[in-house]
């Protein structure tokens, strides 16, 4: 029996532009195919090529030894991952070029040359050996979008002290368990921070973690909001007035390639949050690579991502994967939609943005605001999307390539997870031909694979687990004060990398990823993934959103039950549920038709803006057994839906 039935059919290609792909890095797929077969033929002379494109302040003596299941890249070698971003960048001559152009949700933008992130990033690292701060010693940053979170993270970087940021929208109660997990000894926050034009009072939370965090001896204040907030003497101190003592050039430590450079706490939409642990030079050489590929980087491009830097995309595809490559970032602080749903497009149009990066759960979100509000903007400059974060619905896909993109820009629908480091299976924009969806292939040096249950290799278009066969640069090393959980969560079930995502491959090598294996639903004897039947919700027109879980039925075993958030403009009835129904058994059969459907404005999502289908399960089944729901971005909506259950 299949393990996983796939359902969705989707039969739309899409070619990149001859023009696109005559500048490409990589432009045609002749050009990936000949590439990749090599890259996975030997890939650490793959990687050991490309290493040589940042600089060592000592070569490593071997690319990859597998010590007991703990992977080691480029031991031996040493650099300093800040000194790559910027440093280099300065070097090579682009020091008056924009590293950072940051926009406030005020609209006020300010820019930071290359030259003048270094100079911050040397002042600040002063002030952190100044308190004592020491290679090896964890950094707590509890920031928002502000330019001094990069800053923060770069600093750290430079002397050799492991950063570990907590998203800056986190209570009190995320911040001191994630302080007391990592141990950290310094805080970096600021006063308040600006969401929909309200202040959010980040100190006041920061200081009712602290309570309970005896390991933190000193807190580093960035003004934001000017918000009255209270200094504790001796452990607070102003960001603005430490620097302004502070030398405007400080040595990078030299760190070997297996020194920690951060921990990242996984978003999680199941259990307690795992603290991922990344190292230098893997980490960047991955992130370096993948960034300039994945995103085709020219030397011209002004390269926006949507992403908070609290979360792995932030981290990668922000900080370290665009600075190494010398890109010039939009980074912007506030909400989408503040002070209305054009604000990404507005942004895009202000700063002639030619590559965009953001998330499903946005493109559904603004799509629900209707179309008025990108076609107002003037979107020419655009040449490159990307998304990451969840599977694309296919009609979501189309909205994105017909309002955003026009018909002229392609897609890469970009899979990775914070444990990765950086994107494992994309398409490259110049060469492979996109189908709206799937993820495309594996980035050079990637083995991906997916198995059934018994560990054989599924099928052609059978769904079961996505697994990764071999090690890559960017893979977390470990999780932090927990090796055992590391070799269990990853490594147990199959002796390679479990990604813990359903997938499947088409006839052409196309990966399409399904969902969370823990979201696959069983209705009579098929097993079915979350992420087909809601696209098939989304291709209605009605449809903004939509989330399906399982519910225990007497005869089928488990029926489903689905979540759907209307567009503007759509009236809740019975008929359009009945239409809706239908639609699904019309478009991929009548087994996955949803047996109750009920309207929401809005779905449970983690801050990250992934579904959370465990707290829809237990709404479906009449549970109130939500678990912790602290998490959400917005925890009353769950009430209103248990409400609401049909
Ligand atoms: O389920 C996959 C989904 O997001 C998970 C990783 O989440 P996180 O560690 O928070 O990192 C998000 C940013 C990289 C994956 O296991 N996911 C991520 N990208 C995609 C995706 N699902 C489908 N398609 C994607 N492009």
Known sequence: ??????????????????????????????????????????????????????????????????????????????LNV????????????????????WEPESGEHKTYTYEELLKEVCRLA????????????????????????????????????????????????????????????????????????????????????????????????????????????????????????????????????????????TSGTTGKPKGILHTQAGYLLFAYQTFKWVFDIRDNDIYFCTADIGWITGHSYIVYGPLSNGATIVMYEGSPTFPNPDRFWRIIEKHKATIFYTAPTAIRALAKEGDEWPNKCNLSSL?????????????????????????????????????????????????????????????????????????????????????????????????????EKYKSTYFEKFGVYLT?????IDEEGYFWIMGRIDDVIKVAGHRIGSAEVESSLVSHRAVAEAAIVPYPHDIKGQAIYAFVVLKKGFEKSDGLREELRNHVSKTVGPIAKPDKLQFADDLPKTRSGKIMRRILKAVAEGSRDYGNIMTLADPGIVEILAKDRI
């Open 1 to 78: 029996m299949k393990f996983i039935d796939s359902i969705l059919k989707e039969g739309r290609t899409f070619y990149p532009s001859h023009e696109f792909s005559r500048r490409a890095h990589i432009k045609n797929f002749q050009e990936y195919s000949r590439l990749y077969k090599k890259s996975v033929e030997n890939p650490e002379a793959f990687w050991a090529e490309k290493a040589k494109q940042l600089d060592w302040f000592r070569k490593w003596d071997i690319v990859l030894r597998n010590d007991m299941g703990f992977f080691k890249w480029f031991e031996g070698g040493y």
């Open 82 to 101: 800040c000194h790559n971003c910027v440093d280099r960048i300065v070097k090579s001559g682009k020091g008056k070029k924009a590293a950072l152009i």
């Open 126 to 265: 002063n002030v952190l050996r100044k308190l004592g701060i020491k290679k090896g010693d964890v950094v707590e940053i509890y920031l928002p979008m502000i330019p001094e979170l990069p800053i923060a993270m770069l600093a750290c970087a430079r002397i050799g002290a492991i950063h570990s940021v907590v998203f800056a929208g986190f209570s009190s109660d995320a911040l001191k368990d994630r302080i007391q997990d990592s141990s950290a000894v310094l805080l970096i926050t600021a006063d308040g921070s600006f969401r929909n034009g309200k202040v959010f009072p980040l100190k006041d939370n920061a200081d009712a973690a602290l309570k309970e965090c005896p390991s933190i001896k000193n807190v580093i204040v960035a003004k934001r909001a000017n918000n009255g907030i209270s200094m504790s003497d001796g452990r607070d101190f102003w960001w603005h007035e430490l620097v302004n003592d502070a030398e405007d050039f400080c040595g990078a430590e030299s760190l070997h390639s297996e020194e920690s450079l951060f921990i990242l706490y």
């Open 383 to 483: 040449r490159l999307l990307g998304t990451v974060g969840e599977p694309i619905n296919p009609e979501a896909w189309m909205w994105y390539h017909e309002m955003i993109g026009k018909k002229r820009c392609p897609i890469v629908d970009t899979w990775w997870q914070t444990e990765t480091g950086g994107i494992l299976i994309s398409p490259l924009p110049g060469a492979t031909p996109l189908k709206p969806g799937s993820a495309a292939k594996p980035f050079f040096g990637i083995v991906a694979d997916v198995l059934r249950e018994d560990g054989s290799k599924a099928g052609i278009n059978e769904g079961g687990y996505l697994v990764i066969k071999t090690p890559w640069p960017g893979m977390l090393r470990t999780i932090w004060n927990n090796p």
């Open 500 to 504: 813990g995502d359903s997938a499947r």
